[in-house]
Protein backbone atom coordinates (compact mmCIF):
# COMPACT_ATOMS: atom_id res chain seq x y z
CA UNK A 1 0.00 0.00 0.00
CA UNK A 2 1.23 3.29 -0.41
CA UNK A 3 1.95 5.23 2.87
CA UNK A 4 -0.46 8.46 1.40
CA UNK A 5 -3.47 6.09 1.22
CA UNK A 6 -2.66 5.00 4.96
CA UNK A 7 -5.32 6.56 6.85
CA UNK A 8 -4.00 5.28 10.44
CA UNK A 9 -0.52 6.48 9.57
CA UNK A 10 -1.52 9.70 8.40
CA UNK A 11 -3.48 9.58 11.44
CA UNK A 12 0.04 9.05 13.55
CA UNK A 13 1.67 11.96 11.46
CA UNK A 14 -0.81 14.40 12.14
CA UNK A 15 -1.10 13.97 15.92
CA UNK A 16 3.02 13.43 15.84
CA UNK A 17 3.18 17.19 13.95
CA UNK A 18 0.84 18.82 16.73
CA UNK A 19 2.47 17.91 19.62
CA UNK A 20 5.62 18.36 17.67
CA UNK A 21 5.10 22.17 16.71
CA UNK A 22 3.60 22.85 20.64
CA UNK A 23 6.98 21.67 22.00
CA UNK A 24 8.46 23.97 19.14
CA UNK A 25 6.68 27.23 19.45
CA UNK A 26 4.28 26.25 17.05
CA UNK A 27 6.63 25.25 14.20
CA UNK A 28 6.65 21.42 13.79
CA UNK A 29 9.96 19.73 12.57
CA UNK A 30 9.96 17.04 9.60
CA UNK A 31 13.18 15.51 10.73
CA UNK A 32 12.11 14.35 14.24
CA UNK A 33 8.61 13.32 13.46
CA UNK A 34 10.06 10.99 10.84
CA UNK A 35 12.53 9.77 14.04
CA UNK A 36 10.11 9.04 16.01
CA UNK A 37 7.42 7.37 13.42
CA UNK A 38 10.20 5.21 12.49
CA UNK A 39 10.64 4.67 16.33
CA UNK A 40 7.42 3.23 16.56
CA UNK A 41 7.08 1.66 13.18
CA UNK A 42 10.43 0.05 12.43
CA UNK A 43 9.01 -1.43 9.33
CA UNK A 44 9.13 1.84 7.76
CA UNK A 45 12.92 2.08 7.87
CA UNK A 46 13.09 1.20 3.94
CA UNK A 47 10.35 4.22 3.10
CA UNK A 48 11.93 6.82 4.73
CA UNK A 49 11.53 9.21 1.43
CA UNK A 50 8.16 8.28 1.31
CA UNK A 51 7.50 9.13 4.89
CA UNK A 52 9.36 12.26 4.83
CA UNK A 53 6.94 13.78 1.77
CA UNK A 54 4.23 12.87 4.13
CA UNK A 55 5.56 14.26 7.25
CA UNK A 56 6.86 17.09 5.14
CA UNK A 57 2.77 17.93 3.99
CA UNK A 58 1.12 17.63 7.12
CA UNK A 59 4.05 19.72 9.09
CA UNK A 60 2.82 22.18 6.39
CA UNK A 61 -0.23 22.09 6.90
CA UNK A 62 0.13 21.97 10.83
CA UNK A 63 2.56 25.05 10.90
CA UNK A 64 0.32 27.47 9.32
CA UNK A 65 -2.03 27.35 12.16
CA UNK A 66 -1.43 29.63 15.03
CA UNK A 67 -0.15 27.99 18.28
CA UNK A 68 -3.49 28.77 19.88
CA UNK A 69 -5.27 27.03 16.88
CA UNK A 70 -2.69 23.89 17.49
CA UNK A 71 -3.47 23.79 21.51
CA UNK A 72 -7.10 24.27 20.94
CA UNK A 73 -6.68 21.09 18.33
CA UNK A 74 -4.83 19.10 20.59
CA UNK A 75 -7.05 19.40 23.28
CA UNK A 76 -10.01 19.05 21.36
CA UNK A 77 -8.65 15.53 19.81
CA UNK A 78 -5.45 14.51 22.45
CA UNK A 79 -6.38 16.06 25.42
CA UNK A 80 -3.99 13.02 27.25
CA UNK A 81 -1.12 14.63 25.25
CA UNK A 82 -1.33 17.89 27.29
CA UNK A 83 -0.20 16.11 30.34
CA UNK A 84 3.18 15.14 29.62
CA UNK A 85 4.54 13.03 31.92
CA UNK A 86 1.42 10.98 32.28
CA UNK A 87 1.48 10.25 28.16
CA UNK A 88 5.27 8.68 28.60
CA UNK A 89 3.80 6.22 31.12
CA UNK A 90 1.06 5.64 29.49
CA UNK A 91 2.38 5.06 25.89
CA UNK A 92 5.88 3.53 26.76
CA UNK A 93 5.71 2.47 30.47
CA UNK A 94 8.74 4.15 31.23
CA UNK A 95 9.05 6.86 33.82
CA UNK A 96 9.99 10.10 32.71
CA UNK A 97 14.22 10.79 32.62
CA UNK A 98 15.48 12.93 34.95
CA UNK A 99 16.12 16.53 33.73
CA UNK A 100 15.06 15.67 30.21
CA UNK A 101 14.36 19.70 29.74
CA UNK A 102 17.49 20.74 30.06
CA UNK A 103 19.37 18.91 27.33
CA UNK A 104 18.34 20.21 23.51
CA UNK A 105 19.06 16.47 22.62
CA UNK A 106 18.89 13.26 24.62
CA UNK A 107 21.68 11.11 24.21
CA UNK A 108 22.21 7.70 25.67
CA UNK A 109 24.27 5.16 24.74
CA UNK A 110 25.46 1.46 24.94
CA UNK A 111 29.13 0.42 25.50
CA UNK A 112 29.94 -3.43 25.46
CA UNK A 113 33.09 -5.02 25.55
CA UNK A 114 33.16 -6.55 22.51
CA UNK A 115 35.22 -9.89 23.86
CA UNK A 116 31.68 -11.75 24.00
CA UNK A 117 28.71 -12.38 22.49
CA UNK A 118 25.45 -10.30 23.68
CA UNK A 119 23.37 -12.28 26.69
CA UNK A 120 19.78 -11.36 28.06
CA UNK A 121 22.02 -9.71 31.02
CA UNK A 122 22.50 -6.77 28.64
CA UNK A 123 18.65 -6.51 27.92
CA UNK A 124 18.19 -3.71 30.13
CA UNK A 125 21.17 -1.61 29.53
CA UNK A 126 20.36 -1.62 25.43
CA UNK A 127 16.36 -1.64 25.47
CA UNK A 128 16.44 1.27 28.51
CA UNK A 129 18.93 2.99 26.52
CA UNK A 130 17.48 3.01 23.57
CA UNK A 131 14.03 3.22 24.07
CA UNK A 132 14.35 6.22 26.24
CA UNK A 133 16.21 8.08 23.44
CA UNK A 134 13.79 7.19 20.88
CA UNK A 135 11.02 8.48 22.98
CA UNK A 136 13.17 11.84 23.23
CA UNK A 137 13.36 12.23 19.61
CA UNK A 138 17.36 11.86 20.42
CA UNK A 139 20.28 9.88 19.60
CA UNK A 140 21.42 6.14 20.97
CA UNK A 141 24.84 5.47 20.44
CA UNK A 142 26.98 1.84 20.29
CA UNK A 143 30.64 2.43 21.22
CA UNK A 144 32.81 -0.79 21.96
CA UNK A 145 34.89 -0.34 24.80
CA UNK A 146 37.85 -2.84 23.70
CA UNK A 147 41.02 -1.33 25.29
CA UNK A 148 41.89 -4.38 27.18
CA UNK A 149 43.59 -6.26 25.19
CA UNK A 150 45.01 -8.20 27.99
CA UNK A 151 42.53 -9.27 30.68
CA UNK A 152 39.57 -8.53 28.95
CA UNK A 153 40.56 -9.12 25.56
CA UNK A 154 38.06 -8.41 22.18
CA UNK A 155 37.40 -10.39 20.24
CA UNK A 156 36.95 -9.57 16.33
CA UNK A 157 33.96 -11.84 15.35
CA UNK A 158 32.53 -10.00 18.18
CA UNK A 159 32.19 -6.83 17.24
CA UNK A 160 29.63 -7.56 13.73
CA UNK A 161 27.57 -9.74 15.92
CA UNK A 162 27.12 -7.42 18.71
CA UNK A 163 25.62 -5.43 15.52
CA UNK A 164 23.21 -8.06 14.54
CA UNK A 165 22.02 -8.44 18.17
CA UNK A 166 21.12 -4.98 18.23
CA UNK A 167 19.37 -5.17 15.10
CA UNK A 168 17.86 -7.96 16.16
CA UNK A 169 16.53 -6.24 19.44
CA UNK A 170 15.45 -3.13 17.54
CA UNK A 171 17.93 -1.16 19.03
CA UNK A 172 20.23 -0.22 15.86
CA UNK A 173 22.47 2.91 16.62
CA UNK A 174 22.53 6.44 15.23
CA UNK A 175 26.47 5.99 15.85
CA UNK A 176 29.05 4.04 16.33
CA UNK A 177 32.25 4.22 17.64
CA UNK A 178 35.21 1.82 19.18
CA UNK A 179 37.58 2.75 21.29
CA UNK A 180 40.75 1.41 20.10
CA UNK A 181 40.62 4.31 17.32
CA UNK A 182 40.70 6.50 19.99
CA UNK A 183 43.56 6.03 21.79
CA UNK A 184 45.47 9.44 20.66
CA UNK A 185 41.81 11.24 21.97
CA UNK A 186 42.51 9.63 25.89
CA UNK A 187 46.59 10.54 25.39
CA UNK A 188 45.50 13.97 24.86
CA UNK A 189 43.37 14.48 27.84
CA UNK A 190 45.54 12.47 29.92
CA UNK A 191 48.40 14.97 28.93
CA UNK A 192 46.41 17.89 29.98
CA UNK A 193 45.84 16.18 33.21
CA UNK A 194 49.19 15.64 33.90
CA UNK A 195 50.09 19.10 32.31
CA UNK A 196 47.27 20.92 34.87
CA UNK A 197 49.01 18.59 38.39
CA UNK A 198 45.39 17.07 38.19
CA UNK A 199 46.82 13.10 37.31
CA UNK A 200 50.65 11.47 37.87
CA UNK A 201 52.41 9.06 36.52
CA UNK A 202 53.11 6.22 39.64
CA UNK A 203 56.05 4.03 38.97
CA UNK A 204 55.32 2.16 42.47
CA UNK A 205 54.81 -1.49 42.58
CA UNK A 206 51.25 -2.27 43.36
CA UNK A 207 51.43 -3.83 46.25
CA UNK A 208 53.28 -0.78 47.87
CA UNK A 209 51.00 1.77 46.45
CA UNK A 210 48.04 -0.52 47.70
CA UNK A 211 49.63 -0.20 51.20
CA UNK A 212 50.27 3.75 51.54
CA UNK A 213 46.64 4.47 49.58
CA UNK A 214 44.98 2.09 52.01
CA UNK A 215 47.23 4.43 54.72
CA UNK A 216 45.69 7.75 53.45
CA UNK A 217 49.26 8.41 52.63
CA UNK A 218 50.46 9.59 49.13
CA UNK A 219 53.23 8.26 47.12
CA UNK A 220 55.89 10.28 46.02
CA UNK A 221 55.46 10.05 42.63
CA UNK A 222 52.01 12.22 43.39
CA UNK A 223 54.20 15.33 44.46
CA UNK A 224 56.74 15.44 40.90
CA UNK A 225 56.38 18.37 39.19
CA UNK A 226 54.17 18.54 35.99
CA UNK A 227 57.17 18.83 33.79
CA UNK A 228 58.66 15.55 35.49
CA UNK A 229 55.22 13.70 35.07
CA UNK A 230 55.45 14.74 31.35
CA UNK A 231 58.16 13.28 31.10
CA UNK A 232 57.67 10.28 32.77
CA UNK A 233 54.73 10.00 30.72
CA UNK A 234 56.69 10.11 27.22
CA UNK A 235 58.72 7.29 29.09
CA UNK A 236 56.13 5.34 29.34
CA UNK A 237 54.66 6.04 25.23
CA UNK A 238 58.75 5.10 24.28
CA UNK A 239 58.12 1.89 26.21
CA UNK A 240 60.49 2.61 28.50
CA UNK A 241 58.34 1.06 30.80
CA UNK A 242 57.41 -2.36 31.08
CA UNK A 243 53.80 -4.24 31.82
CA UNK A 244 53.18 -3.18 35.31
CA UNK A 245 55.79 -0.70 35.66
CA UNK A 246 54.23 2.73 35.38
CA UNK A 247 50.31 3.99 35.48
CA UNK A 248 48.52 7.45 35.04
CA UNK A 249 46.71 7.85 38.29
CA UNK A 250 44.41 11.02 38.47
CA UNK A 251 44.24 12.99 41.45
CA UNK A 252 41.24 12.39 43.57
CA UNK A 253 41.13 12.96 48.01
CA UNK A 254 43.53 10.41 49.04
CA UNK A 255 41.13 10.48 52.44
CA UNK A 256 38.07 9.39 50.23
CA UNK A 257 35.76 6.95 52.49
CA UNK A 258 36.14 4.47 49.75
CA UNK A 259 39.95 3.31 49.44
CA UNK A 260 39.10 2.17 45.85
CA UNK A 261 38.19 5.76 44.80
CA UNK A 262 41.54 6.96 45.74
CA UNK A 263 44.07 8.31 43.11
CA UNK A 264 42.68 5.69 40.65
CA UNK A 265 44.44 4.60 37.61
CA UNK A 266 43.85 6.02 34.27
CA UNK A 267 46.32 4.96 31.73
CA UNK A 268 48.65 1.55 32.09
CA UNK A 269 50.86 -1.05 29.97
CA UNK A 270 50.19 -3.71 28.09
CA UNK A 271 52.81 -5.57 26.27
CA UNK A 272 51.06 -5.95 23.37
CA UNK A 273 53.80 -8.36 21.76
CA UNK A 274 52.44 -10.47 23.56
CA UNK A 275 48.85 -10.01 24.15
CA UNK A 276 48.19 -8.17 20.98
CA UNK A 277 45.02 -6.17 20.04
CA UNK A 278 42.92 -7.90 17.45
CA UNK A 279 42.30 -4.81 15.33
CA UNK A 280 45.67 -3.11 16.16
CA UNK A 281 48.34 -5.89 17.24
CA UNK A 282 51.20 -4.30 18.91
CA UNK A 283 50.89 -0.48 17.78
CA UNK A 284 50.35 0.45 21.38
CA UNK A 285 51.31 -0.44 24.70
CA UNK A 286 49.50 2.27 26.48
CA UNK A 287 46.04 1.68 26.93
CA UNK A 288 43.30 3.54 28.91
CA UNK A 289 41.31 1.70 31.71
CA UNK A 290 37.85 1.71 32.18
CA UNK A 291 36.76 4.77 33.66
CA UNK A 292 39.54 7.52 31.91
CA UNK A 293 38.13 5.78 28.47
CA UNK A 294 34.32 6.15 29.31
CA UNK A 295 34.88 9.09 30.87
CA UNK A 296 36.24 11.08 28.40
CA UNK A 297 34.20 9.41 25.48
CA UNK A 298 31.07 10.14 27.54
CA UNK A 299 31.39 13.58 27.50
CA UNK A 300 33.18 14.24 24.28
CA UNK A 301 30.04 12.25 22.52
CA UNK A 302 27.64 14.61 24.03
CA UNK A 303 26.21 11.57 26.36
CA UNK A 304 23.09 13.73 28.59
CA UNK A 305 21.74 10.08 30.60
CA UNK A 306 24.13 7.42 31.30
CA UNK A 307 21.66 4.41 32.32
CA UNK A 308 23.86 1.60 33.47
CA UNK A 309 23.58 -1.01 36.67
CA UNK A 310 24.35 0.42 40.24
CA UNK A 311 27.29 -2.04 40.00
CA UNK A 312 28.82 1.36 38.53
CA UNK A 313 27.88 4.28 41.38
CA UNK A 314 32.16 3.71 42.10
CA UNK A 315 32.78 4.83 39.02
CA UNK A 316 30.61 7.58 38.29
CA UNK A 317 32.57 8.76 41.66
CA UNK A 318 36.17 8.12 40.23
CA UNK A 319 35.22 9.56 36.96
CA UNK A 320 33.60 12.95 38.91
CA UNK A 321 37.04 13.99 40.24
CA UNK A 322 38.14 14.12 36.26
CA UNK A 323 35.13 15.81 34.99
CA UNK A 324 35.58 18.31 37.83
CA UNK A 325 40.21 18.74 36.74
CA UNK A 326 38.82 18.65 32.85
CA UNK A 327 35.86 21.52 33.95
CA UNK A 328 33.02 19.32 32.37
CA UNK A 329 29.44 18.51 33.86
CA UNK A 330 29.15 14.94 35.09
CA UNK A 331 26.05 13.29 32.78
CA UNK A 332 22.53 12.35 34.56
CA UNK A 333 23.09 8.92 35.41
CA UNK A 334 20.68 6.48 36.17
CA UNK A 335 21.87 3.15 38.06
CA UNK A 336 19.33 0.04 38.16
CA UNK A 337 19.30 -2.83 40.53
CA UNK A 338 20.33 -6.21 39.49
CA UNK A 339 18.19 -8.30 37.16
CA UNK A 340 18.67 -11.96 37.85
CA UNK A 341 17.29 -14.53 35.90
CA UNK A 342 17.01 -17.80 37.93
CA UNK A 343 18.37 -20.69 35.92
CA UNK A 344 20.19 -18.81 33.26
CA UNK A 345 23.97 -18.90 32.60
CA UNK A 346 24.29 -14.85 32.37
CA UNK A 347 28.17 -14.67 33.11
CA UNK A 348 30.41 -14.14 30.20
CA UNK A 349 33.52 -15.99 31.43
CA UNK A 350 31.15 -18.65 31.98
CA UNK A 351 30.24 -18.86 28.23
CA UNK A 352 33.46 -18.02 26.97
CA UNK A 353 35.00 -21.26 29.27
CA UNK A 354 31.97 -23.31 28.35
CA UNK A 355 32.27 -23.12 24.24
CA UNK A 356 36.10 -23.25 24.69
CA UNK A 357 35.55 -26.67 26.44
CA UNK A 358 33.71 -27.57 24.18
CA UNK A 359 30.40 -27.82 26.58
CA UNK A 360 28.74 -25.39 24.29
CA UNK A 361 28.38 -26.05 20.44
CA UNK A 362 28.64 -22.78 19.32
CA UNK A 363 27.42 -18.89 20.66
CA UNK A 364 23.76 -20.26 19.90
CA UNK A 365 23.79 -23.58 21.68
CA UNK A 366 19.93 -23.30 23.50
CA UNK A 367 21.46 -23.92 27.18
CA UNK A 368 22.51 -20.19 26.85
CA UNK A 369 20.89 -17.24 27.43
CA UNK A 370 22.62 -15.62 24.52
CA UNK A 371 20.41 -13.31 22.09
CA UNK A 372 21.62 -16.17 19.32
CA UNK A 373 20.83 -18.69 21.23
CA UNK A 374 16.59 -16.80 22.40
CA UNK A 375 16.51 -16.13 18.60
CA UNK A 376 17.22 -19.64 17.28
CA UNK A 377 14.70 -20.63 19.89
CA UNK A 378 11.69 -18.49 18.78
CA UNK A 379 11.84 -15.90 21.45
CA UNK A 380 10.65 -12.75 20.09
CA UNK A 381 13.06 -9.39 20.79
CA UNK A 382 9.68 -8.16 21.73
CA UNK A 383 8.96 -10.01 24.32
CA UNK A 384 12.58 -9.34 25.78
CA UNK A 385 11.39 -5.40 24.69
CA UNK A 386 7.97 -6.02 26.68
CA UNK A 387 9.98 -7.76 29.85
CA UNK A 388 12.35 -4.95 30.52
CA UNK A 389 10.21 -2.14 29.99
CA UNK A 390 8.13 -3.72 32.57
CA UNK A 391 11.25 -3.67 35.10
CA UNK A 392 11.80 -0.34 34.31
CA UNK A 393 14.81 1.68 34.97
CA UNK A 394 14.30 0.87 39.10
CA UNK A 395 16.95 0.35 41.54
CA UNK A 396 15.10 -2.71 43.25
CA UNK A 397 16.97 -5.67 42.42
CA UNK A 398 14.64 -7.97 40.31
CA UNK A 399 14.39 -11.82 39.78
CA UNK A 400 13.11 -12.77 37.41
CA UNK A 401 12.83 -16.71 35.59
CA UNK A 402 12.75 -18.05 32.33
CA UNK A 403 8.73 -18.47 33.13
CA UNK A 404 8.18 -15.24 33.15
CA UNK A 405 10.08 -14.45 29.90
CA UNK A 406 7.84 -17.50 28.24
CA UNK A 407 4.71 -15.48 29.29
CA UNK A 408 5.45 -12.35 27.21
CA UNK A 409 6.64 -14.55 24.27
CA UNK A 410 3.36 -16.86 24.48
CA UNK A 411 1.15 -14.25 24.47
CA UNK A 412 2.97 -12.62 21.35
CA UNK A 413 3.40 -16.01 19.36
CA UNK A 414 0.03 -17.72 20.64
CA UNK A 415 -2.24 -15.50 18.44
CA UNK A 416 0.07 -15.68 15.23
CA UNK A 417 1.14 -19.34 15.57
CA UNK A 418 -0.08 -22.50 13.05
CA UNK A 419 -0.64 -25.30 14.82
CA UNK A 420 0.87 -28.87 13.83
CA UNK A 421 1.12 -31.96 14.99
CA UNK A 422 4.45 -33.62 16.02
CA UNK A 423 4.91 -37.23 17.48
CA UNK A 424 7.87 -38.06 19.96
CA UNK A 425 9.01 -40.71 19.83
CA UNK A 426 6.61 -42.84 17.36
CA UNK A 427 5.16 -45.67 18.66
CA UNK A 428 2.68 -47.43 16.20
CA UNK A 429 -0.92 -47.51 16.74
CA UNK A 430 -2.75 -49.87 14.20
CA UNK A 431 -6.53 -49.35 14.45
CA UNK A 432 -9.41 -52.25 13.32
CA UNK A 433 -12.35 -52.47 11.96
CA UNK A 434 -12.53 -48.87 10.82
CA UNK A 435 -15.94 -48.52 9.33
CA UNK A 436 -15.46 -45.70 6.40
CA UNK A 437 -13.41 -43.16 5.23
CA UNK A 438 -12.72 -40.39 7.92
CA UNK A 439 -11.02 -37.02 6.78
CA UNK A 440 -9.69 -34.96 9.55
CA UNK A 441 -9.63 -31.24 9.09
CA UNK A 442 -8.00 -29.88 11.74
CA UNK A 443 -7.75 -26.01 12.26
CA UNK A 444 -4.68 -23.87 11.69
CA UNK A 445 -5.50 -21.80 14.48
CA UNK A 446 -8.19 -23.13 17.27
CA UNK A 447 -9.58 -19.33 17.39
CA UNK A 448 -9.45 -18.46 13.75
CA UNK A 449 -11.35 -20.93 11.20
CA UNK A 450 -10.44 -18.07 8.20
CA UNK A 451 -6.99 -19.65 8.33
CA UNK A 452 -8.00 -22.72 7.20
CA UNK A 453 -7.32 -26.42 7.86
CA UNK A 454 -5.09 -29.25 7.26
CA UNK A 455 -6.92 -32.10 6.09
CA UNK A 456 -5.93 -35.60 6.35
CA UNK A 457 -7.57 -38.72 5.19
CA UNK A 458 -8.10 -42.01 6.88
CA UNK A 459 -8.99 -44.55 4.85
CA UNK A 460 -9.44 -48.11 5.92
CA UNK A 461 -6.97 -50.73 4.26
CA UNK A 462 -7.25 -54.37 3.62
CA UNK A 463 -9.84 -57.33 5.12
CA UNK A 464 -9.70 -55.60 8.83
CA UNK A 465 -10.01 -52.28 7.65
CA UNK A 466 -7.27 -50.86 9.29
CA UNK A 467 -5.88 -47.60 9.86
CA UNK A 468 -2.21 -47.02 10.60
CA UNK A 469 -0.81 -44.13 12.89
CA UNK A 470 1.74 -43.11 15.03
CA UNK A 471 1.35 -41.57 18.56
CA UNK A 472 3.66 -40.28 20.83
CA UNK A 473 5.64 -42.52 23.75
CA UNK A 474 3.90 -40.58 26.50
CA UNK A 475 0.65 -41.26 25.44
CA UNK A 476 1.44 -45.19 24.76
CA UNK A 477 3.14 -45.00 28.05
CA UNK A 478 -0.64 -44.36 29.56
CA UNK A 479 -2.22 -46.93 27.27
CA UNK A 480 -4.16 -50.21 29.32
CA UNK A 481 -5.79 -52.71 27.26
CA UNK A 482 -9.90 -51.91 27.09
CA UNK A 483 -9.00 -48.17 27.73
CA UNK A 484 -10.47 -45.22 25.55
CA UNK A 485 -8.38 -42.95 23.54
CA UNK A 486 -9.98 -40.03 21.39
CA UNK A 487 -7.80 -39.05 18.87
CA UNK A 488 -8.12 -35.66 17.77
CA UNK A 489 -10.42 -34.48 15.00
CA UNK A 490 -10.60 -38.20 14.15
CA UNK A 491 -12.51 -40.64 16.71
CA UNK A 492 -12.48 -42.73 19.28
CA UNK A 493 -10.21 -45.92 19.72
CA UNK A 494 -10.29 -48.68 21.84
CA UNK A 495 -6.76 -50.18 23.10
CA UNK A 496 -6.84 -54.11 22.80
CA UNK A 497 -3.44 -55.15 22.78
CA UNK A 498 0.22 -53.23 24.43
CA UNK A 499 3.41 -54.73 22.76
CA UNK A 500 6.88 -52.70 23.57
CA UNK A 501 6.78 -50.32 20.71
CA UNK A 502 3.38 -50.98 18.78
CA UNK A 503 -0.50 -50.96 20.03
CA UNK A 504 -3.54 -52.33 18.34
CA UNK A 505 -6.67 -50.77 18.84
CA UNK A 506 -10.32 -51.25 17.56
CA UNK A 507 -12.90 -48.66 16.45
CA UNK A 508 -15.07 -47.36 19.14
CA UNK A 509 -17.44 -45.13 17.56
CA UNK A 510 -17.00 -41.44 16.06
CA UNK A 511 -18.78 -39.13 18.72
CA UNK A 512 -17.05 -36.62 20.59
CA UNK A 513 -19.62 -36.81 23.50
CA UNK A 514 -19.29 -40.66 24.15
CA UNK A 515 -15.20 -39.67 24.31
CA UNK A 516 -16.25 -37.49 27.13
CA UNK A 517 -18.21 -39.55 28.58
CA UNK A 518 -15.54 -42.01 29.10
CA UNK A 519 -13.34 -39.37 30.24
CA UNK A 520 -11.45 -40.56 26.99
CA UNK A 521 -8.00 -38.61 26.45
CA UNK A 522 -7.53 -36.42 23.62
CA UNK A 523 -4.36 -37.50 22.11
CA UNK A 524 -2.77 -36.28 18.56
CA UNK A 525 -1.67 -38.49 16.10
CA UNK A 526 0.54 -38.53 12.70
CA UNK A 527 -0.90 -41.02 9.90
CA UNK A 528 1.93 -43.84 8.70
CA UNK A 529 1.95 -42.33 5.29
CA UNK A 530 3.56 -39.44 4.50
CA UNK A 531 5.20 -38.34 7.75
CA UNK A 532 8.52 -36.42 7.92
CA UNK A 533 11.36 -37.01 10.16
CA UNK A 534 11.72 -34.03 12.93
CA UNK A 535 13.66 -33.28 15.28
CA UNK A 536 12.89 -31.01 17.59
CA UNK A 537 16.45 -29.50 19.94
CA UNK A 538 15.25 -28.43 23.71
CA UNK A 539 16.26 -26.05 25.85
CA UNK A 540 18.44 -28.77 27.86
CA UNK A 541 20.29 -29.83 24.23
CA UNK A 542 18.53 -32.35 23.92
CA UNK A 543 17.07 -33.84 20.49
CA UNK A 544 13.82 -35.12 20.86
CA UNK A 545 13.17 -37.36 17.50
CA UNK A 546 10.05 -37.97 16.30
CA UNK A 547 7.64 -37.73 13.10
CA UNK A 548 5.73 -34.72 12.06
CA UNK A 549 2.43 -34.42 9.94
CA UNK A 550 2.50 -33.59 6.03
CA UNK A 551 1.69 -30.56 6.44
CA UNK A 552 4.81 -29.29 8.02
CA UNK A 553 6.42 -30.12 4.50
CA UNK A 554 5.77 -26.80 3.87
CA UNK A 555 7.13 -25.03 6.71
CA UNK A 556 10.29 -22.34 5.78
CA UNK A 557 12.52 -22.17 8.27
CA UNK A 558 12.54 -19.27 10.82
CA UNK A 559 8.67 -20.14 11.06
CA UNK A 560 7.34 -20.58 14.67
CA UNK A 561 4.27 -22.93 14.87
CA UNK A 562 3.08 -24.82 18.37
CA UNK A 563 3.11 -28.46 18.10
CA UNK A 564 0.06 -28.86 20.06
CA UNK A 565 0.25 -30.57 23.05
CA UNK A 566 4.09 -30.59 22.92
CA UNK A 567 4.99 -27.04 22.57
CA UNK A 568 6.44 -23.89 20.93
CA UNK A 569 9.03 -24.08 18.19
CA UNK A 570 10.84 -22.58 15.68
CA UNK A 571 11.49 -24.26 11.97
CA UNK A 572 15.52 -24.32 11.78
CA UNK A 573 15.79 -25.98 8.53
CA UNK A 574 13.24 -28.47 6.57
CA UNK A 575 14.93 -30.04 3.67
CA UNK A 576 15.18 -34.04 4.09
CA UNK A 577 14.08 -33.81 7.74
CA UNK A 578 12.65 -30.86 9.71
CA UNK A 579 14.70 -29.84 12.55
CA UNK A 580 13.30 -27.53 15.03
CA UNK A 581 14.43 -25.77 18.08
CA UNK A 582 11.97 -25.79 21.40
CA UNK A 583 11.01 -22.35 22.94
CA UNK A 584 8.47 -23.13 25.50
CA UNK A 585 5.24 -24.84 26.42
ZN1 LIG B 1 53.72 6.20 43.08
Known sequence: ????????????????????????????????????????????????????????????????????????????????????????????????????????????????????????????????????????????????????????????????????????????????????????????????????????????????????????????????????????????????????????????DIEHPNPAVRDWPALRIIDTCNYPHPRLGSKYIVWPLYNMAAGVDDHLMGITHIIRGKEHLTNQVRQEYMYKHLGWKYPEAIHYGRLKITGAYLSKSKIVQGIKEGVYKDWDDPRLATFAALRKRGITSEAIERMIIDVGPKTADVTLSWENLYAYNRKIIDPICSRYFFVSKPVELTIRNVPRIFKAELPRHPEKPERGFREYTSKPQGKEKRVYLWIAKNDADNAETGKIFRLIGLFNVKIERISTDSLEASFFGEAYEEARKKRAKLIHWVSRFGEIACQVIMPDARVDEGVAESACKELKPNTVIQFERFGFVRVDENDAKLIAYYAHK
Open 1 to 252: MKLHNDETLRKMVRKAAFLNALKHNGKAQTGAILGRIIGQKKELKTKVKELSILIGKEVNEVNLLSVQDQKRIVQENWPESLRKEKTREDEKGLPDLPDADKYDEITTRFSPNPDCVLHLGSARAIILSHNYARLYEGRFILRFEDTDPKVKKPVLEFYQKIREDLDWLGCKADEEYIQSDRLSIYYEHAERLLREANAYVCTCPSERFREKVLAKDPCDCRGFSAEKNLNRWQLMLEGFYGEGEAVVRVKT
